[in-house]
């Protein structure tokens, strides 16, 4: 989608973190902004923010977790300001610690979240896309949905389910002559929102600004690509372990600090205490 002058862009967890900076960023490009969260402070703060960055701007607070709240809020936008251009599923959880460390709940929300959010959003708004001149879905996946995160588990394999849903929903509108409609799926490594305080990023890479990761998202739009993978290591990641034995692949990843990188994470589990 080259231009995005007037496409109506929402996006999940647009109150904070890479959600807000995506919606910064999208000002400048004149696309009209709706952005979903749970949090309604921090979608109040945001709102004003970009509204005095001269941005066209609305909010609507939702929990993803609550399905038929998303079918309502689809029918919501309708009536108040028409079919949307563009989806950008950005909100995800995570939750920390050795597995059976982590309540069992928080493992559930996490799925519910990061898949079942995604999913449904995409449900609700892929033929609002469809219908249009063009569409874009972009899903914001991440580097650990190509390898396994020890202290990690349920976020992983998340993103792992992001990525695979992406790709084949991706080949499916192609296939279908569809293809008005293009996806890009994002994975970055560490980026620095709070969400993963305490992670280390693997060696020779350091955490992500939102800001810039934000810039690389909008421009994939812009270029129709098929996937932002940041940085450099993420890009050869899946090459790496597609040609390499596991054991020796294993053994790169602990060296680069990857497979350690979660073991002090001690991020907050900013949407709500289950
Ligand atoms: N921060 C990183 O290091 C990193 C790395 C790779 C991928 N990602 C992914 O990027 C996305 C954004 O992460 P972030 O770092 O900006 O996180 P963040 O915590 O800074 O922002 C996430 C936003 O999503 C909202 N949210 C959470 N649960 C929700 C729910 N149930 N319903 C509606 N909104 C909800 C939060 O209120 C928050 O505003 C996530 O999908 C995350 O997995 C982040």
């Given at each position: 989608?080259?231009?995005?002058?007037?496409?109506r862009?929402?996006?999940?967890?647009g109150?904070?973190?890479?959600?807000?900076?995506i919606?910064?960023?999208?000002?400048?490009?004149?696309?009209?902004?709706?952005?979903?969260?749970?949090?309604?402070?921090?979608?109040?703060?945001?709102?004003?923010?970009?509204?005095?960055?001269?941005?066209?701007?609305?909010?609507?607070?939702?929990?993803?977790?609550?399905?038929?709240?998303?079918?309502?809020?689809?029918?919501?936008?309708?009536?108040?300001?028409?079919?949307?251009?563009?989806?950008?599923n950005?909100?995800?959880?995570?939750?920390?610690?050795?597995?059976?460390?982590?309540?069992?709940?928080?493992?559930?929300?996490?799925?519910?979240?990061?898949?079942?959010?995604?999913?449904?959003?995409t449900?609700?708004f892929?033929?609002?896309?469809?219908?249009g001149?063009?569409?874009?879905?972009?899903n914001?996946?991440?580097?650990?949905?190509?390898?396994?995160?020890?202290?990690?588990?349920?976020?992983?394999?998340?993103?792992?389910?992001?990525i695979?849903?992406?790709?084949?929903?991706r080949?499916?509108?192609?296939?279908?002559?569809?293809d008005?409609?293009?996806?890009t799926?994002?994975?970055?490594?560490?980026v620095?929102?709070g969400?993963?305080?305490?992670?280390?990023?693997?060696?020779?890479?350091?955490?992500?600004?939102?800001?810039?990761?934000?810039?690389?998202?909008?421009?994939?739009?812009?270029r129709?690509?098929?996937?932002?993978?940041?940085?450099?290591?993420?890009?050869?990641?899946?090459?790496?372990?597609?040609?390499?034995?596991?054991?020796?692949?294993?053994?790169?990843?602990?060296?680069?600090?990857?497979?350690?990188s979660?073991?002090q994470w001690?991020?907050t589990?900013?949407?709500?205490?289950?």
């Amino acid at each position: 989608m080259r231009d995005l002058k007037g496409k109506r862009t929402l996006i999940t967890g647009g109150a904070a973190g890479i959600g807000r900076n995506i919606a910064e960023r999208l000002v400048p490009e004149g696309a009209e902004l709706v952005l979903v969260d749970l949090n309604e402070a921090a979608l109040n703060e945001t709102l004003a923010a970009i509204h005095s960055l001269g941005g066209e701007v609305s909010g609507y607070c939702l929990d993803l977790t609550d399905t038929d709240s998303i079918f309502r809020l689809r029918d919501r936008i309708h009536a108040q300001l028409g079919p949307i251009d563009v989806l950008v599923n950005n909100a995800g959880v995570v939750f920390g610690g050795g597995f059976l460390d982590v309540p069992f709940e928080k493992h559930v929300r996490t799925y519910r979240v990061n898949v079942e959010g995604m999913v449904a959003m995409t449900y609700a708004f892929l033929p609002d896309l469809l219908a249009g001149p063009e569409g874009h879905l972009v899903n914001i996946a991440s580097a650990a949905g190509f390898i396994g995160l020890p202290w990690g588990t349920t976020y992983s394999s998340s993103k792992w389910a992001v990525i695979g849903f992406s790709e084949s929903l991706r080949l499916e509108l192609e296939m279908t002559k569809h293809d008005s409609v293009k996806v890009t799926t994002i994975c970055p490594s560490y980026v620095s929102t709070g969400l993963f305080e305490g992670a280390r990023p693997p060696r020779t890479t350091s955490m992500l600004a939102p800001e810039q990761l934000a810039q690389q998202i909008v421009d994939g739009i812009k270029r129709d690509e098929l996937y932002v993978l940041t940085p450099w290591l993420v890009r050869v990641t899946p090459m790496l372990k597609g040609v390499l034995p596991t054991r020796l692949f294993d053994m790169i990843a602990w060296t680069l600090g990857a497979t350690s990188s979660m073991a002090q994470w001690r991020g907050t589990d900013k949407d709500i205490a289950v």
